[in-house]
């Protein structure tokens, strides 16, 4: 996925180039973006049930009394220190572990691209707005180029 930065100016779509054929660009993509939601969901709730077996084996309601206001990158967090304390306790090497939590964080992150993106504000070269930071520059648009590699 591409990632570019452009400075906010006086108003909201300054700095976004062309919007206006935004639909145009992202009609193909549409699909996607559900696909993307319902994956996510499943895998959320996968988190959960293990989670909740780890507070419980008998049911799951301590489980979801913890969970059920958590944000997904805080359950993943719970998730690893679970898990890395047991694996320290039985001093296993778990080789693809590190790379599971990575994916697991970088799912949300895309999820969380995908779902909060201004998908109105895509402009001419397919890049699409999905949040505001505060750079070295001052506040810019942060667009993503999605495609279905990314």
């Not at 507070?55 to 690893?80: E, I």
């Not at 505001?132 to 942060?142: A, T």
Request: aromatic residues 12%; charged residues 30%.
């Amino acid at each position: 996925m591409k990632i570019k930065k452009s400075p906010v100016g006086q108003h909201i779509l300054d700095g976004l180039g062309d919007t206006k054929n935004g639909y145009d660009h992202i009609e193909d993509f549409i699909p996607w973006i559900g696909e993307i939601v319902v994956a996510f969901n499943s895998l959320e709730a996968s988190l959960d049930s293990v989670l909740c077996e780890t507070f419980s084996d008998r049911s799951d309601q301590k489980g979801l009394l913890v969970l059920h206001s958590m944000m997904y990158s805080t359950k993943v967090d719970l998730y690893k220190k679970f898990n890395d304390d047991f694996i320290r306790v039985f001093d296993w090497d778990i080789p693809s572990y590190k790379e599971l939590i990575s994916s697991l964080k970088e799912c949300g992150v895309l999820r969380n691209k995908v779902v909060h993106a201004n998908w109105d504000y895509t402009d001419d070269e397919g890049y699409t707005q999905v949040k505001y930071k505060v750079g070295s520059e001052g506040l810019e648009h942060e667009l993503c180029q999605f495609s279905e590699e990314s």
